[in-house]
């Protein structure tokens, strides 16, 4: 019997403006939204419909937002009685697919993400730390190179392995330099600059590491009760000390994107939903497996749809 994951987007599918339709047509939604603004004291609600822009953009306040987009829209589908046989997340998104998976409260992760972001921004000095995304070169390749340039004093790394071709690295600006100028050099068909604040997803994240460490001792994690694909192992977690643990190692290990996916497939799932802003985690899943199933929830229109056809297919 097929089988159905929701996966939850990272950093860079925010825009100002999402979940509008959503607070305007769902007592749900704007309790969620309310109490998201209660728990992190400031307007976050107002930020995510109104902007501006570069204050939504900051890492600290991005998280957040996109985690309660995220959460909300997981609501409103497990309300329909949608539910999925296994969720995962990219970067941030693996704290809205605990979310769901009821290992953390609304309240712990909203809190626990705005921590993460700010300990995030702290861990590097602005303009001493980026990452670079490379398209059309093979993984192990990559890695080698950026082996050559961290033993050369320059510590960069792989960061996403996002889809076959397509690649982040992530370290001090001199390393992502010279690994994006090696990998242009041995046949990377591009490499395109990231707009980031800091080198995420490599060992420079370790000092936020553990101090995320502290902020996830105060968080109630209970066990999973769908089963979660880690970032960083690529495997099925539901218990508390391996989530814990994994949500710390992600912060400076590579996320495991393309052998999630895989993962998931060898599972039985061969429909995806991406629930929340964005299309980037469906334009992913079809490079990895064009045979795949994929839907997004970001609104009323898609929440609508996608709930029709998957109830059809129960």
Not at 19 to 39: C, H, K, P, T, V
Not at 45 to 65: F, R, V
Not at 222 to 229: G, L, T
């Amino acid at each position: 019997m097929s089988k159905v994951a929701f996966v939850f987007p990272g950093q860079g599918s925010q825009e100002v403006g999402m979940g509008a339709d959503l607070i305007e047509s769902y007592s749900e939604a704007r309790e969620m939204f309310r109490a998201a603004d209660g728990y992190l004291d400031f307007q976050l609600t107002h930020l995510i419909l109104s902007g501006p822009s570069g204050e939504l953009t900051k890492t600290e306040n991005t998280q957040p937002a996109l985690l309660t987009v995220s959460a909300v829209l997981h609501a409103l589908l497990r309300n329909r009685g949608i539910k999925p046989d296994y969720v995962a997340g990219h970067s941030l998104g693996e704290y809205s697919a605990l979310y769901a998976a009821g290992v953390f409260s609304f309240e712990d992760a909203v809190q626990a993400v705005r921590k993460r972001g700010l300990l995030m921004e702290a861990a590097v000095p602005e303009g001493q730390g980026t990452m670079a995304a490379v398209l059309g070169m093979d993984a192990d390749q990559l890695t080698e190179i950026c082996a050559n340039v961290s033993q050369e004093g320059d510590p960069v790394q792989t960061a996403n392995i996002n889809c076959p071709g397509q690649i982040v690295i992530s370290g001090t600006v001199a390393g992502v330099k010279k690994a994006s100028e090696r990998a242009t050099e041995a046949g990377a068909r591009r490499v395109v600059p990231l707009s980031v604040s800091g080198p995420f997803h490599s060992s420079l994240m370790k000092p936020a590491a553990e101090k995320m460490r502290a902020v996830l001792d105060t968080c109630k994690i209970q066990n999973a009760v769908i089963p979660v694909i880690a970032n960083s192992s690529a495997q099925v977690e539901t218990g508390i000390d391996e989530i814990r643990e994994h949500l710390i190692e992600q912060l400076y290990s590579p996320v495991r994107w393309t052998e999630s996916v895989e993962r998931l497939v060898d599972l039985g799932v061969d429909t995806f939903v991406e629930v929340g802003p964005g299309k980037v985690l469906s334009g992913l899943i079809r490079k990895i497996n064009r045979k795949l199933t994929v839907y997004q929830v970001h609104d009323v229109p898609s929440l609508t749809d996608v709930s029709e056809k998957l109830k059809e297919r129960a």
